[in-house]
């Protein structure tokens, strides 16, 4: 029998939810009947799967060792003394400035990722913090895109944060550079789709709708510099969108550019908070901006000067 008690960071989720993140390898079938054959029990006795938890509930897995090993698989992290770049920080959440080359979650190459680093700085425990909760990031930028990024530190934070991300309560800006010249404003509609890891925007109505708004600032000898707003935000949204319309990111390889640059130039620069519910509506109308990188910086000095 193995015994967990319920702690701050894993309350106010539903009892089978829990089960499921840590039984993260078994499948929602197996969960269920578990639950329902009283092999696992909420506070010494048979627990309806939507039951909230709260803090201090006890759960006892009526299973062998063998088996609860077979169902969970523990993470971990490259523990690292890289730094991070902190624009905000307080008790539920950290805002960050992602420098380019850097991925947000670990991949294959096992290199440093931006979870790596937040899980370095808070110093994490998952035995002492939590058994089904890590500190998260709520948004997603490329490997070579820099800028704003927002990390949940506790549980009840990150269902706030993606509840007003779903409901767009958060407007992101960017700075880009575009190849050709954009002169006037645009607000792009269409729809997309994905097919390998390469997004592809139509007009058909088919894949999920696309909404960016194009803002020219400067443009000279063939390239823009402009900021964009994401309406919608999906994967490779502003280099699908750009690409559609004749313009790819400058460096952008894979969404059509010829230049020989190494990387594309995209800096996700501001963060608005419109609106936020619960015990984080202090944050509601606060703005945030990432510095530029210096390259960045320097390219549109070199460009537009």
């Keep these: 029998m193995r015994k967990l008690i319920i702690k701050k960071n894993e309350k106010n989720q539903r009892f089978d939810r829990f089960v499921s993140k840590y039984l993260n390898k078994a499948n929602n079938g ?36 063998e088996t609860i090993n077979k169902f969970r698989e523990e993470k971990s992290f490259i523990n690292t003394s890289q730094k991070l770049n902190i624009i905000y920080e307080d008790y539920n959440l950290m805002i960050i400035n992602k420098p380019v080359g850097i991925t947000i979650q670990p991949d294959y190459s096992n290199d440093i990722s931006l979870v790596d680093m937040l899980l370095s700085y808070l110093n994490f425990d998952e035995e002492y913090s939590s058994k089904t909760f890590r500190p998260a990031f709520i948004n997603r930028l490329d490997k070579n895109t820099s800028g704003i990024v927002v990390a949940a530190k506790n549980y009840s934070s990150l ?5 007003s991300m779903r409901n767009k309560n958060f407007t992101k800006t960017y700075r880009a550079i575009a190849t050709g010249s954009i002169k006037k404003e645009i607000l792009l509609k269409d729809y997309i789709k994905r097919e390998n890891r390469v997004s592809y925007i139509n007009s058909n109505q088919k894949g999920k709708e696309v909404i960016t708004k194009i803002i020219p600032i400067k443009e000279k000898n063939g390239y823009s510099l402009i900021e964009i707003e994401l309406i919608t935000g999906r994967t490779h949204q502003i280099r699908a969108h750009l690409k559609s319309i004749g313009h790819p990111l400058f460096g952008d390889k894979k969404y059509g550019d010829k230049s020989s640059e190494d990387r594309y130039f995209l800096h996700a620069q501001k963060l608005n908070i419109v609106d936020i519910s619960d015990k984080m ?7 945030f901006e990432a510095d530029m990188p210096k390259d960045f910086s320097n390219k549109i000095e070199e460009l537009f000067r």
């Excluded at 269902?159 to 509840?163: A, D, V, Y």
């Design 30 to 65: 197996f969960i269920q009947k578990m639950i329902r054959k009283k092999n696992i029990e909420l506070n010494d006795k048979k627990g309806r799967p939507d039951t909230i938890l709260k803090e201090n509930d006890i759960v006892k897995f009526y299973l062998a060792e």
């Design 159 to 163: 269902k706030i944060l993606n509840k």
């Design 281 to 287: 509506d202090y944050l509601k109308g606060k703005k």
